[in-house]
């Protein structure tokens, strides 16, 4: 196994493990430990050290600011979103219109991002 592939096995089980302990931390009921997992930046602490390893901190620190504005302009929009639409239709439709806001959002982000050539 060619040590890329290694390094991608690694990120896809750090992923999935997180992803499992918070669903498992709901469904037992624990709602304060299933929300601190969630509420923790976890994906991006895993990234950014890997990030950091190959690309050093100044790729960290682009990357930091591209996610905290992004953040802003994509996953807020989201959040309000399923949180409106939620109660009036259901989780099954608000969670991917919310999602759809999202990456509408994200996307028109991200074109201005490369437009002005920001974060690099």
Known sequence: MT???????????TGGTVTALIVGFERSGNRMLSGLATLVP???????????????GGAV???????????????VPYMIAVAILAPKVGPHKAIPIGLAVFFVCALAYLEVIRRYKLFQ
């Open 3 to 13: 040590e890329q592939l290694k390094t991608y096995l690694i990120y896809f089980l």
């Open 42 to 56: 976890v994906f991006t602490v895993v990234a950014y050290l890997f990030i950091g390893d190959t690309k050093g």
């Open 61 to 75: 620190s682009q990357h930091a600011w591209l996610v905290l504005f992004g953040s802003l302009a994509s996953w």
